[in-house]
């Protein structure tokens, strides 16, 4: 079935925004704490949104395929918010970065593998997707990554120059016009 244009744009909208939902609350309920409810939230409307917009994308299948591809969707894009969220903010918290990336791509692999190339799905393919996570998050803790952080900057104005510095008035700047 033929999609409308304003069809469309809302299910890649949902999608993304979705995605984007579940990443920034995931990643940010390990790194801020204290707003768990908050995040926990953010994370339902992002999935019920990115469900929305595989439910638009692919109008007029069978319910119960639509359903579980819908399913697996939600869980491929929960491991991507974590790849996704992690390394935006692995600097912020190493130890949470480290776990959700090597967790985040084992869940969004697995989860791809089933829902794309069952045929593939194996004991062994998911073992050695499992030993590269694992890897993969041993070689994130055990990386300095303070190794890599920019210099502090020393800023040249001090939040006290600047609040005894006068800042002109708008009558003092503009001619009078009337």
Known sequence: MQKTLHESFFSHMARYVGVGLISGSVV??????GHTSKYVTLIILGA???AVGVM????GEKIHKLLSYVLISI???FGTGMVSGSTQHYLDSPKFGAILLSLGLLIAYTS??????RNNFTVKRIAVAIILAFGLWFLLNTFN?????????????????????SIPTVSENLPHTH
Do not use: C, D, M
């Open 28 to 33: 940010h309920a390990g790194t801020l704490g």
């Open 48 to 50: 019920l949104l990115f």
């Open 56 to 59: 638009i994308q692919h109008k």
């Open 75 to 77: 869980i491929i894009s």
């Open 112 to 117: 791809f593998t089933w829902q794309e190339y």
């Open 145 to 165: 990554p303070r190794l890599i952080e920019p210099e502090q900057v020393v800023p040249t104005n001090s939040i006290t120059e600047l609040s005894n510095t």
